[in-house]
């Protein structure tokens, strides 16, 4: 059994670094969808440490008597890896729509859960049910697919990214928030039975992985600005001027232009960072600088579904080109299927590439 003192300290320690990221999120970006879902999953987590606190396993002098509210920790906590999951796709597919599908299944499982919860809690006998074991288990495989949806889209765009500071954020993401989140879930729901004393030990060191990451990312925001988390959230997102390395040729947009754009090099299909940097003979690094930079892009991709949807935008218009298959247009300014061209030409133009042509046709 671990020492009562310290499983209470790292709960406490736990609870007031996350409420301290959560307000530091929201102090960042008010009105950002992203940040609104980072904290109210910051105080999920919250609900997840308290729940923790009230189990049988814990020391009667530290445990909290709080059976009202068991119901809502409950589904609080379970709430935390569909909201990962929604975080990851805000932070990391900018300007792409959620799929719908996974947003049912998040929403059906928080509905489950929270009938589950009630049964286990105040239904005698519920537990011993092959129906409530058969869902149980299905829910936790849910949850565990949620953050693997969350960790793929972190990976997913990292070699597009074209802010340094983001791609390491990507990794944090990765390889601490994801790991740990899924950890807490596999481990509690899989491995361990609540109320031994194997359970009891594996919770005071997620307890102690989640005060331990959640410490380590105030004191890293105080290390930059002793104000606030602010500015250490906002170093992922805004553009940095570095000076350019001496003895390196000038490259400037009209230059970039013209190899790029009057050179049509974004009609290759499957382009990328490295490759455009290969053709245009210059480094990856300061490929990335310049578009960022320079051209004010954030994502490789974004800037390539700008040059394209402005090719493809101007053939659609044009009234000799009107019998043109908009598949063979979409294929021939660079893109290797209809799906991803008619996303990225409805984000952009704000209608359908068949809509955009009706109207030309006017």
């Not at 996974?102 to 919860?117: E, K, M, Y």
């Not at 500015?231 to 390196?248: A, C, F, G, H, K």
Request: some cysteine; charged content about 15%; glycine content about 6%.
């Amino acid at each position: 059994m671990p020492n009562p003192i310290l499983l209470f300290s790292a709960q406490i320690v736990a609870i007031l670094s996350v409420l301290l990221l959560a307000i530091g999120g929201i102090k960042t970006e008010p009105k950002a969808t992203s940040a609104r879902i980072f904290a109210i999953m910051a105080i999920f987590i919250v609900f997840y440490l308290i729940n923790g606190m009230t189990a049988s396993s814990v020391d009667p002098q530290f445990r909290l008597g709080l059976s009202n509210w068991l119901l809502l920790f409950d589904v609080g906590s379970s709430s935390v890896p569909g909201l990962f999951m929604i975080y990851c796709f805000l932070i990391f597919q900018e300007q792409q729509k959620f799929p719908s599908l996974l947003g049912v299944a998040f929403a059906i499982q928080i509905v489950v859960d929270t009938v589950l919860s009630a049964l286990l809690l105040y239904g005698e006998g519920a537990d011993e049910s092959s129906t409530i074991l058969f869902l149980s288990t299905s829910m936790d495989l849910l949850m565990l697919s949620f953050v693997g949806f969350a960790i793929y889209w972190t990976v997913k765009g990292w070699r597009a990214d074209l802010v340094d500071d983001r791609r390491i954020f990507r990794w944090f993401i990765i390889g601490v928030q994801g790991a740990l989140i899924f950890t807490v879930v596999f481990v509690e729901n899989f491995l361990l039975e609540v109320g031994s004393g194997a359970y009891a030990s594996a919770q005071f060191l997620l307890v102690s992985a989640i005060a331990i990451l959640a410490l380590g990312m105030v004191l890293v925001a105080m290390r930059f600005d002793l104000v606030s988390l602010s500015e250490v959230i906002r170093r992922v997102t805004v553009l940095s001027e570095d000076p350019e390395p001496e003895n390196v040729k000038p490259f400037d947009i009209d230059s970039f232009n013209k190899s790029f754009k009057d050179g049509q090099l974004y009609r290759e299909a499957g382009l990328t960072i490295a490759g455009l940097a290969k053709q245009l003979n210059m480094p990856e690094y300061r490929l990335r600088a310049f578009i960022h930079k320079q051209l004010g892009f954030r994502n490789f991709n974004a800037m390539l579904h700008e040059y394209r949807i402005e090719d493809a935008s101007r053939v659609l218009g044009d009234r000799e080109s009107q019998t043109l298959p908009v598949l063979t247009i979409a294929l021939s300014v660079g893109y290797q299927s209809i799906t991803p061209f008619n996303n990225a030409f409805r984000q952009i133009m704000g209608v359908t590439p068949s809509e955009f042509r009706k109207k030309s046709a006017k």
